[in-house]
């Protein structure tokens, strides 16, 4: 079987697995990091977002070998050793960005990746067109939004947003 | 998923050799492979990756713009190169799929494929783009050859696309509401092998030209110049989404808006 090595949240990892592993497989099954979750696994829903060498892309359509040497961020990767969450989680916490919490780790990924590409400023309709590949089945999209919004400035170092309504 | 025997060959001459068995399939992003093979409706022997190959990668020199076949999406789109020379391509990865898919999705996988409904195969053919493959060059009118169906023969490998700058090009589609794969989506361009007009999502044999369209608009390159030329619905899909009528009447809004967008 093969063997795959790689850097998960900052630390070395390594794992045999099928060639038909999937990355989110190998993350939840044999690394124990449960934080990803497996929505549709159809590709479609995005709950399973994770970052590979800085990508946001989907861990149920990816192949674990595929995998091999990346450096790979889960949602258990983002906040500090200490604790201190991630502004994303924080802003998350802040505007209620959630129901029932199973897209959340998803939708946190995305929404790092998406203000991080997004140096220059990020409008409510590139963030709702951002968040096209991920699924939210409580429809608690608006808070989404405005976590996202929330986030931007503290992300590129422009001081803390508004306080939440 | 069933499982198979996965090989990541370090030359396109390797590659090519696993890839003459008809066990075996190309991996290139695997946003419809992996799908395909989760859903068990293939079942190959062998899984070959494409990505250690060096496909990677764009190049515009001489009027020409040379996307490498392993190139993805988010990287045309955010080309500052394509975005100058061909800004119709760029902006029609940007819109593929979904980010994470833009991530990992890439030109020559989209290709290969054929999707009836992708966008690619519209810039391809309506560009007049040249297929560049491990044994030959093959132009787009006699490359795609019908749904999910190409000229590639096996063992074949497409390495790159080769496009010609246009003078003026635009990509308008219809994405179906739920899937985002277009309904319809329309390429228009006018550029050295002059005015082609190329549909996709519409079609029941996937991506072909619309000559009536293509003569208007070389008469006059305008969007009142496709007013009353009517597309037939014969032979387009009719689905939960739409019927052929329908498609038909999308195919010439979509049109028309492609060469407002175009100038």
Redesign the interface.
């Known amino acids: 079987m093969?063997q795959v090595s790689l850097t998960v949240n900052g630390k070395p990892a390594s794992a045999e697995v099928?060639?038909?592993t999937?990355l989110v497989e190998l993350l939840r099954e044999k690394l124990g990091l449960t934080g990803t979750h497996v929505g549709c696994?159809?590709?479609q829903c995005?709950a399973c977002?994770v970052h590979v060498d800085g990508?946001?892309?989907?861990s149920c359509?990816?192949?674990a070998?595929?995998a091999d040497g990346a450096k790979v961020t889960t949602i258990e990767g983002l906040a500090a050793a200490d604790g201190t969450l991630h502004p994303m989680q924080e802003m998350f916490r802040e505007h209620h960005a959630l129901q029932c919490g199973f897209c959340t780790p998803g939708m946190v990924m995305?929404a790092i990746?998406?203000v991080a590409t997004h140096p220059d400023g990020l409008t409510e309709e590139q963030i709702r067109h951002?968040l096209?590949?991920?699924l939210c089945r409580c429809t608690g999209y608006h808070n989404i939004v405005k976590a996202i919004a929330a986030a931007w400035p503290l992300m590129h170092g422009k001081g803390m947003p508004a306080a939440a309504e | 998923m069933y499982d198979f025997a996965y090989q990541k060959p370090a030359s396109i001459a390797d590659a090519a050799k696993l890839l003459a068995d008809p066990e075996a399939k190309a991996l290139a992003g695997g946003m419809t492979l992996i799908p395909v093979l989760k859903q068990r409706l293939n079942k190959p022997a062998t899984v070959v990756d494409l990505s250690k190959l060096g496909l990677a990668g764009i190049t515009v020199s001489g009027g020409m713009v040379a996307i490498g076949a392993m190139t993805t999406h988010v990287t045309v789109a955010r080309s500052a190169e394509v975005k100058k020379a061909i800004p119709a391509l760029a902006s029609l990865a940007a819109n593929i799929g979904d980010r994470a898919v833009r991530y990992r999705g890439t030109i020559g996988g989209s290709l290969a494929n054929n999707d009836p409904t992708a966008d690619y195969p519209a810039a391809v053919l309506a560009l007049g783009a040249t297929i560049k493959t491990n044994r030959r060059s093959i132009d787009a009118d006699s490359y795609f050859q019908g749904m999910f169906a190409t000229a590639l023969e096996p063992g074949e490998i497409i390495t790159a696309v080769e496009f010609p700058v246009p003078e003026k090009a635009a990509y308008v589609k219809f994405p179906n509401p739920a899937s985002r794969y277009a309904m319809v989506g329309v390429f228009v361009a006018k550029g050295p092998k002059g005015v082609r007009v190329a549909v996709t999502g519409a079609g029941q044999n996937g991506v072909h030209r619309h000559t009536a369209f293509e003569q208007a608009l070389t008469k006059s390159w305008s969007a009142a110049a496709l007013d009353g030329i009517a597309t037939p619905s014969a032979g387009l899909n009719s689905d939960i989404h739409g019927s052929a009528e329908y498609r038909a009447h999308l195919v010439g809004v979509m049109a028309k808006r492609a060469v407002a967008a175009a100038g």
């Open positions: 093969p099928e060639a038909r999937l696994d159809t590709s995005g977002v990508m946001a892309v989907k359509t990816m192949l070998v595929q995305t990746d998406l951002g096209e590949g991920n």
